[in-house]
């Protein structure tokens, strides 16, 4: 699986979009983006993952790069319980592999009041 | 539609036990993994099942086994534990497709 890199921290302003990096040069063409968050103390939460469109639901968007090289998660309207730890993987997710994920460092993400 | 759900929240052993974390898949998930997150880190992938059969490892020892049961629920072992075992251990259940896992709250083993 590709690497990924991501800013160790963040901050936001409630209410404000928070938009959250992360570099995935090596990415290859059967891999897709995947986004979790961890709130602290709790299980890791997914959230969105695209493979070369962009990508919404109820909790964000997914914003990825033509050359696929890169990818920016969208909160759009921030709020204090978004403050959490961000994961961006980048998986294979051909079927019948063990398909597990990797978790780098993340971005600790904080909603300020 | 309940999520995945893990017992015990807690737990405290000694060097040396053995332990058996429990995890309840999401109903209609029949591939569950189990992750280690220790303190200040991301969760590193120990195994994961499928049909009842391990079908990928990452770098644990073998004193890290598994099992899952028909109704999809599993179990993971850890034999002759060592300090560094204490961490938070998360289960995560998912359907064969390509949507994400779905993570339970973790058991916090501590061993002393």
């Known amino acids: 699986d590709a690497k990924t890199t991501q800013p160790p921290s963040m901050d936001c302003a409630e209410g404000r979009a928070a938009n959250l990096p992360c570099n995935h040069s090596t990415i290859s063409g059967n891999e897709y983006v995947y986004w979790y968050r961890q709130i602290h103390s709790q299980g890791p939460q997914y959230i969105i993952h695209?493979?070369?469109n962009n990508e919404t639901n109820e909790m964000a968007s997914l914003i990825i790069t033509e050359d696929r090289k890169s990818s920016t998660l969208i909160l759009p309207h921030a709020t204090l319980r978004d403050t959490a730890v961000y994961y961006c993987?980048?998986?294979?997710?051909?079927?019948?592999?063990?398909?597990?994920?990797?978790f780098g460092s993340g971005t600790q993400l904080t909603v300020l009041p | 539609e309940t999520g995945v759900t893990q017992s015990p929240t807690h737990l405290i052993k000694t060097r040396g036990q053995q332990v058996t974390l429990r995890c309840s898949s999401q109903?209609?998930?029949?591939?569950v993994s189990w992750y280690q997150q220790a303190l200040g880190q991301g969760p590193q992938f120990i195994f994961q099942y499928y049909r009842e059969e391990e079908n990928g490892r990452g770098n644990f020892p073998p004193r890290f086994s598994g099992l899952q049961f028909p109704n999809y629920s599993s179990e993971l072992n850890v034999n002759a534990l060592e300090l560094d075992d204490s961490a938070l251990y998360l289960c995560?259940?998912?359907?064969?497709?390509?949507?994400?896992?779905?993570f339970g709250p973790g058991t916090r083993l501590t061993v002393l």
């Open positions: 993987i980048v998986r294979d997710s051909l079927s019948g592999s063990a398909r597990q994920l990797t």
């Open positions: 695209g493979l070369k």
């Open positions: 995560a259940s998912r359907t064969g497709g390509r949507e994400g896992q779905f």
């Open positions: 109903s209609g998930h029949n591939t």
